[in-house]
């Protein structure tokens, strides 16, 4: 399993703007610049930011992104799943008529997967970015 790029660009972004005042608006170019993203990959990855209600855009002069909930709401996982989807460590587990040997009764490598999935979102959705700024 593998985070994607556009993910790890996320957090980033998402982490900036947690450290900014309440509801200051940051321009794409400054957070592009201070994160070390390129601007063409953040402006892909805001828009499913925006989409999960995590993060907020303003147009015109003055214009650029704010956060959309305080960052003690947001946690890793939430990024996460707005910029990859669900959450999902093998398909089995997206739907269960994937699974060759019928499901998890059957199946005792599903219902592993399974408890690592669950202690891995866990894990994910301990770390808000409310901790990761401070």
Same mark, same amino acid.
């Given at each position: 399993?593998?985070?994607?790029? =556009?993910?790890?660009? @996320?957090?980033?972004?998402? *982490?900036?703007?947690? !450290?900014?005042?309440? #509801?200051?608006?940051?321009?794409?170019?400054?957070?592009?610049?201070?994160?070390?993203?390129?601007?063409?990959?953040?402006?892909?990855?805001?828009?499913?930011?925006?989409?999960?209600?995590?993060?907020?855009?303003?147009?015109?002069?003055?214009?650029?992104?704010?956060? =959309?909930?305080?960052? @003690?709401?947001?946690?890793? *996982?939430?990024?996460? !799943?707005?910029?990859? #989807?669900?959450?999902?460590?093998?398909?089995?587990?997206?739907?269960?008529?994937?699974?060759?040997?019928?499901?998890?009764?059957?199946?005792?490598?599903?219902?592993?997967?399974?408890?690592?999935?669950?202690?891995?979102?866990?894990?994910?959705?301990?770390?808000?970015? =409310?901790?990761?700024?401070?």
């Amino acid at each position: 399993m593998n985070i994607n790029q =556009a993910t790890d660009y @996320g957090f980033r972004a998402v *982490l900036h703007l947690s !450290e900014q005042a309440k #509801g200051e608006v940051v321009e794409a170019q400054a957070i592009a610049q201070s994160q070390s993203i390129p601007m063409r990959f953040l402006l892909k990855i805001m828009p499913s930011l925006i989409k999960a209600g995590i993060v907020r855009s303003q147009r015109g002069v003055g214009g650029g992104y704010t956060l =959309a909930k305080e960052p @003690g709401e947001i946690t890793l *996982l939430d990024v996460i !799943e707005a910029v990859e #989807g669900p959450f999902h460590l093998n398909r089995c587990l997206i739907d269960e008529s994937f699974c060759s040997k019928n499901g998890p009764p059957h199946c005792k490598v599903h219902q592993a997967l399974e408890d690592i999935q669950q202690r891995l979102m866990q894990d994910f959705r301990s770390y808000t970015f =409310a901790e990761l700024r401070d």
